[in-house]
C-alpha cells in the first residue's frame, strides 16, 4: 500500500505527522511554526504518533485539537504506511522517536521523513545515543562545538543524509544539562525551517542521496540573533543552490560570529 501521491511540494499544504517518544518540546515548536500563517500556508500537523501512551507529545496534540494515536512499537511497515495513508500524510518527521523505523517505511517517504538529533552528526550519533549520552560524550570528548542536526532518515540510526545544522559552543565547565539546553533551543528553531523547506520543495534529497536546495531566510526573533549563532545551510555541491551571502550575514553578523568563535576556540 503505497503513502499519499501527494508530495511535499505539492500546491495544498503538506499534512505532516510527528512521531515523539517523550516530553514533545520539538513538537511544540512544530505547532507553533505551522500556525503561523505564512508557514500554514506550506503544511500543517495533522498526525502525532507515540509509541508511550502517557508521552507528553500526546497531550501537547490534543491541546491542539490534532489527532494523537499510540502505536505499538512493534507495528508493521504495512500497519503504519496504513495509519499514514489514511491521515493523507505527505511528511514525517522524528522528533524524540527512539525507533528504527522499518524498511517499507524509509522506502516509501523517501525525502519525506526527517529527524532531528542533538549532535553535530555523524559525530556522537548512532544506536544508543540519545538524551543526556549524547551532551556528557560530547563534554568527554572535549569537543568545543556541539549542535542540532536535521537529517533525511534512512534504516540506520542517524545515519541518514544531513539536511541542515546548527553549531553551539560548548564551554569548560559545562555539565551535560548546560549543553542539553544550549542545543535544544536552536533545535526549536533550526526543525521547523527545515520541515517548511522540506514542505515547500526547497529542500530535498535526490535518488542518489544527495541533499539538493538549501533552508530559506530564518525567521530568526531578536533572542536568536542575541545568541549569535550562524545557520549553517547545506549547499549543494553544484552550488548553484547556496544561500545568498546578503541571507547569512542578515542572521548574524559576521563579527558577531568571528567573537563567538574565538571565545570557542581561545588561542
Ligand atoms: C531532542 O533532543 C531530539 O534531538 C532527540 O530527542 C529529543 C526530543 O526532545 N531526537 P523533545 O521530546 O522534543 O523535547
Same mark, same amino acid.
Given at each position: #500500500?503505497?503513502?499519499?501521491?501527494?508530495?511535499?511540494? =505539492?500546491?495544498?499544504?503538506? &499534512?505532516? /505527522?510527528?512521531?515523539?517518544?517523550?516530553?514533545?518540546?520539538?513538537? =511544540?515548536?512544530? !505547532?507553533?511554526?505551522?500556525?503561523?500563517?505564512?508557514?500554514?500556508?506550506? /503544511?500543517?500537523?495533522?498526525?502525532?504518533?507515540?509509541?508511550?501512551?502517557?508521552?507528553?507529545?500526546?497531550?501537547?496534540?490534543?491541546?491542539?485539537?490534532?489527532?494523537?494515536?499510540?502505536?505499538?512499537?512493534?507495528?508493521?511497515?504495512?500497519?503504519?504506511?496504513?495509519?499514514?495513508? *489514511?491521515?493523507?500524510?505527505?511528511?514525517? $518527521?522524528? +522528533? @524524540?522517536?527512539?525507533?528504527?523505523?522499518?524498511?517499507?517505511?524509509?522506502?516509501?517517504?523517501?525525502?519525506? #521523513?526527517?529527524?532531528?538529533?542533538?549532535?553535530?552528526?555523524?559525530?556522537?550519533?548512532?544506536? =544508543? #545515543?540519545?538524551?543526556?549520552?549524547? &551532551?556528557?560524550?560530547?563534554?568527554?570528548?572535549?569537543?568545543?562545538?556541539?549542535?542540532?542536526?536535521?537529517?533525511?532518515?534512512? *534504516? *540506520?540510526?542517524?545515519?541518514?543524509?544531513?539536511?541542515?545544522?546548527?553549531?553551539?559552543?560548548?564551554?569548560? =565547565?559545562?555539565?551535560?544539562?548546560?549543553? +542539553?539546553?544550549?542545543?535544544?533551543? $536552536?533545535?526549536? !528553531?533550526?526543525?521547523?525551517?527545515?520541515?517548511?523547506?522540506? %514542505? %515547500? @520543495?526547497?529542500?530535498?534529497?535526490?535518488?542518489?542521496?544527495?541533499?539538493?536546495? &538549501?533552508?530559506?531566510?530564518?525567521?530568526?526573533? +531578536? &533572542? %536568536?540573533?542575541?545568541?549569535?549563532?550562524?545557520? /549553517?545551510?547545506? +549547499?549543494?555541491?553544484?552550488?548553484?543552490?547556496?544561500?545568498?551571502?546578503?541571507? $547569512?550575514?542578515?542572521?548574524?553578523?559576521?563579527?558577531?560570529?568571528?567573537?563567538?568563535?574565538?571565545?570557542?576556540?581561545?588561542?
Amino acid at each position: #500500500m503505497s503513502p499519499s501521491q501527494r508530495t511535499p511540494s =505539492g500546491s495544498t499544504p503538506s &499534512h505532516i /505527522a510527528v512521531f515523539a517518544s517523550g516530553g514533545g518540546s520539538n513538537l =511544540g515548536a512544530l !505547532l507553533t511554526h505551522f500556525s503561523a500563517a505564512r508557514a500554514a500556508a506550506v /503544511a500543517s500537523v495533522a498526525l502525532v504518533v507515540s509509541d508511550r501512551s502517557d508521552a507528553g507529545a500526546l497531550d501537547r496534540a490534543r491541546a491542539r485539537g490534532v489527532a494523537a494515536i499510540v502505536l505499538d512499537r512493534h507495528s508493521s511497515a504495512d500497519a503504519i504506511l496504513a495509519l499514514l495513508q *489514511e491521515h493523507e500524510i505527505d511528511l514525517v $518527521v522524528l +522528533a @524524540g522517536w527512539l525507533r528504527l523505523v522499518p524498511s517499507g517505511v524509509v522506502q516509501g517517504f523517501h525525502g519525506r #521523513m526527517l529527524n532531528v538529533h542533538p549532535s553535530l552528526l555523524p559525530a556522537f550519533g548512532g544506536a =544508543g #545515543m540519545f538524551g543526556s549520552r549524547v &551532551h556528557a560524550a560530547v563534554i568527554a570528548s572535549g569537543a568545543r562545538v556541539s549542535g542540532a542536526t536535521v537529517h533525511f532518515i534512512d *534504516e *540506520e540510526f542517524d545515519r541518514g543524509a544531513i539536511a541542515a545544522q546548527w553549531p553551539v559552543p560548548v564551554y569548560p =565547565g559545562d555539565q551535560p544539562d548546560d549543553v +542539553a539546553a544550549r542545543v535544544l533551543r $536552536v533545535e526549536h !528553531l533550526l526543525l521547523p525551517l527545515v520541515t517548511e523547506a522540506v %514542505a %515547500a @520543495g526547497t529542500l530535498t534529497l535526490d535518488a542518489d542521496g544527495r541533499v539538493r536546495g &538549501h533552508v530559506g531566510r530564518p525567521w530568526l526573533g +531578536a &533572542h %536568536a540573533r542575541a545568541e549569535r549563532f550562524q545557520l /549553517a545551510a547545506i +549547499a549543494d555541491a553544484d552550488s548553484d543552490n547556496t544561500l545568498p551571502e546578503s541571507d $547569512v550575514a542578515s542572521t548574524v553578523s559576521q563579527a558577531a560570529f568571528s567573537y563567538d568563535v574565538a571565545r570557542l576556540f581561545p588561542h
